[in-house]
């Protein structure tokens, strides 16, 4: 009989993060440990101490099966079904964005300014796994939601998430191209949108494992700022008279989307930075507000 090769955790990892290498991967040693832990329940400082452990049948087996997956660049975070967003882990599918670590700077300063006002209404459009509008319910106890997607399965993955965090009771989830199926006469506290920001003759260009996520959730149009119009033309109707409107922006866009929020009439607008030193993030607001007086304080 033939003896089987013995696969322990450092043999399978090396092996790995060639295959990976070979493959184009970013990170090959990385995605390697991650996909392991996710088959063996472990956390990564237990892949070095148990290195001599053989892997199982069946370990191998499912182990192989993510390896392959990612080496068509499929994202991590749909091979797991989960990425991590401020304190949770949040479902996440093909029919989602892949939240990234930037957007919870956008989460904490909305949940500091929202703080000082009390019990807020918030309207997340474009809401995805709706990382932001869950992550503020569970931040600000007293607030309310409505989450706005026009893909009914992103919906579906928000709602799962709301309820597995414990806030689905407050919060409303539309399908809708942004506004248009709100009710009539309604109006916000903040209005908050990490909207498709991609220009479109860029996504060609962008890594592999971003091209499969929801092109919906990318294309932002001609110049990447559609939806930065039509999100700020639409506050007149929308924002309540000494509300915030919170955006996500992309790179060298924060300028110009600051520029059309004070076309809009919100003409005090201050900008803050992600993790890289980038402009990553613009609030909005009208003179004499609360938000006014303290929009540079809780963008520091």
């Avoid at 569970?138 to 026009?150: M, S």
């Avoid at 992309?250 to 607008?269: E, F, K, N, S, Y």
Wanted: charged share 20%.
């Amino acid at each position: 009989m033939e003896n089987k090769p013995l696969w322990t955790i450092t043999g399978v990892l090396e092996w790995t993060k060639q295959y990976f290498a070979n493959k184009g991967i970013e990170n090959p040693r990385l995605d390697a440990e991650i996909l392991l832990c996710a088959v063996l329940k472990c956390e990564r400082i237990t892949l070095y101490v148990h290195f001599d452990q053989p892997l199982s049948e069946e370990e191998l087996t499912e182990y192989r099966g993510y390896v392959a997956r990612r080496a068509q660049q499929e994202p991590l975070a749909y091979i797991l079904g989960e990425k991590a967003f401020m304190k949770h882990s949040f479902k996440v599918n093909p029919a989602v964005l892949v939240p990234r670590p930037e957007t919870e700077l956008l989460v904490e300063s909305v949940a500091k300014a929202a703080a000082g006002v009390g019990a807020a209404s918030l309207l997340d459009l474009g809401t995805g796994s709706g990382a932001i509008i869950v992550s503020l319910l569970e931040l600000l106890p007293e607030a309310v939601g409505t989450a706005v997607d026009i893909s009914a399965a992103a919906l579906a993955v928000a709602g799962e998430n709301a309820e597995a965090i414990g806030v689905s009771s407050r919060l409303t989830l539309v399908e809708s191209d942004l506004f248009a199926g709100l009710p009539a006469g309604q109006a916000f506290d903040i209005i908050v949108s990490n909207p498709p920001y991609i220009p479109a003759a860029d996504i060609a260009g962008l890594a592999a494992d971003v091209q499969r996520e929801p092109r919906g959730a990318l294309d932002g149009g001609s110049d990447g700022l559609d939806f930065y119009r039509r999100i700020a033309a639409g506050c007149g109707t929308w924002l309540k008279p000494d509300g915030l409107l919170a955006f996500e922006v992309g790179i060298g866009q924060a300028q110009q989307v600051a520029g059309l929020c004070r076309q809009a009439g919100l003409t005090v607008t201050a900008l803050r930075k992600d993790y890289a030193e980038i402009e990553r993030m613009v609030f909005a607001t009208r003179e004499g507000t609360y938000y006014a007086d303290h929009l540079l304080e809780f963008t520091r």
